[in-house]
């Protein structure tokens, strides 16, 4: 294709068939014809990525039904259903590990994030005069320490079974003492799936946050999830 102009190709491939929770994607790579005075004739200048409409494996699963076992201690909760079971610390109020079959896929979490490494644009650590930045604000607030605390931990059964865990965390920093409520809510289903619901409330009193979020802690060899 010469420079300032376009034209139309045609990959010569049908469309792929993917399963669920793949993409496709094409890549395009653009090289010099003939040698040039900067490169070999085949350098690679450009290459693009270019988002592929594929078709969905059609598979019909069919999941029975099982019984979701709950067995409570004066500290844990082991939610059972299958091969999967759930682990609970109430009194920390944490997920404490998920097992499928006989491997942890879950090993720590989900726990509040709201802290992360700052950049120098966010200010300059061991620098004075940084108070009007981010990171000033930050620090002042003391969202680096902030302290995480259960205050409510309480599970019952559905209708069609299924258990669900409701979990209360407050976070404080500085001075204040609800700087943040973490509400999660888990409900483990008679299929064996596990819906998580995450809801955080912000005190007013906080300033622009370096992130929010949820942080998970997976075994080692789950590095692609």
Not at 184 to 201: C, E, F, L, M, Q
Request: glycine share 10%; aromatic share 6%; net charge negative.
């Amino acid at each position: 294709v010469p420079p300032q102009s376009s034209a139309e190709f045609d990959p010569g491939f049908a469309r792929p068939i993917v399963a669920d929770g793949q993409e496709c994607y094409l890549t395009v790579r653009f090289a010099a014809i003939e040698r040039q005075p900067w490169a070999d004739a085949g350098h690679e200048v450009a290459w693009e990525q270019l988002p592929v409409e594929a078709k969905r494996e059609s598979r019909a699963v069919s999941v029975q039904p099982q019984t979701v076992g709950a067995d409570e201690t004066t500290d844990e909760l082991a939610v059972v259903v299958g091969d999967v079971s759930c682990l609970f610390d109430s009194d920390a109020g944490v997920l404490k590990t998920v097992i499928v079959g006989a491997t942890p896929v879950i090993t720590s979490g989900p726990e509040l994030s709201i802290w992360r490494g700052p950049t120098d644009n966010d200010g300059i650590k061991g620098w004075s005069g940084q108070q009007g930045k981010a990171l000033g604000g930050w620090l002042e607030a003391g969202l680096n320490e902030t302290a995480l605390r259960n205050t409510s931990f309480a599970w019952d059964r559905g209708p069609d079974g299924s258990v669900a865990v409701d979990i209360e965390t407050t976070g404080s920093c500085g001075d204040v003492t609800s700087a943040f409520t973490h509400n999660h809510r888990y409900v483990i289903s008679p299929d064996g799936t596990v819906a998580v619901k995450n809801t955080i409330h912000v005190s007013d009193r906080m300033p622009e946050l370096p992130r929010i979020g949820i942080r998970l802690v997976l075994p080692s060899g789950l590095e692609r999830l």
